[in-house]
C-alpha cells in the first residue's frame, strides 16, 4: 500500500510560514486525490485541505486565503503552504489520500483512506 513521509513542520512565530511536503510511495489513482489533516491537541482530527487528481482544491473556513495545497505528480509529493500562521494552527499535519465512500443516502463522498503515518509537528508561538 501507499505510505506517506510528512515533512517540512517546526516550530515559527505567529504571522510566519511554513512548507509542509508530503513524499508518497507511488501514485495516486483515486479521483479524490490527497488530503491534508490537522489534529490539534486534544482534539479530533480534522481536514483543513484537499486536491483531487485533476486539480481541484478545497480548504477548511479556518485555514482558507491562509493555506495552499499543490502537487507535483513527477515526484509523487504533495505540499501545503501555510501563511499567517496563527497559535491555534498548532498542532499535528498529516496527508493521506481519500477514497470514496457511500453515505446512507446513497450520496458518494471523499474520505481519508485511514493508514495515517506519523505526521509532522507545527507549533506557532505568539
Known amino acids: 500500500q501507499v505510505h506517506f513521509e510528512e515533512s517540512g513542520g517546526g516550530s515559527v ?30 482534539k479530533e482530527r480534522e481536514e483543513v485541505s484537499s486536491i483531487t487528481l485533476d486539480g481541484t482544491t478545497t480548504y477548511a473556513d479556518s485555514v482558507k486565503g491562509r493555506f495552499s495545497i499543490s502537487q507535483d505528480k513527477a515526484k509523487n509529493t504533495y505540499y501545503l503552504q501555510m501563511n499567517s500562521l496563527k497559535v491555534e494552527d498548532t498542532g499535528v499535519y498529516y496527508c493521506a489520500t ?9 450520496r458518494t463522498t471523499c474520505r481519508p483512506l485511514g493508514d495515517w503515518g506519523q505526521g509532522t509537528q507545527v507549533a506557532v508561538s505568539s
Open 13 to 42: 512565530q505567529a504571522g510566519g510560514s511554513l512548507k509542509l511536503s508530503c513524499a508518497l510511495s507511488g501514485p495516486i489513482f483515486t479521483s479524490c486525490g490527497l488530503g491534508w489533516y490537522f489534529q490539534a491537541p486534544g
Open 98 to 106: 481519500r477514497t470514496w465512500v457511500r453515505l446512507t443516502s446513497g
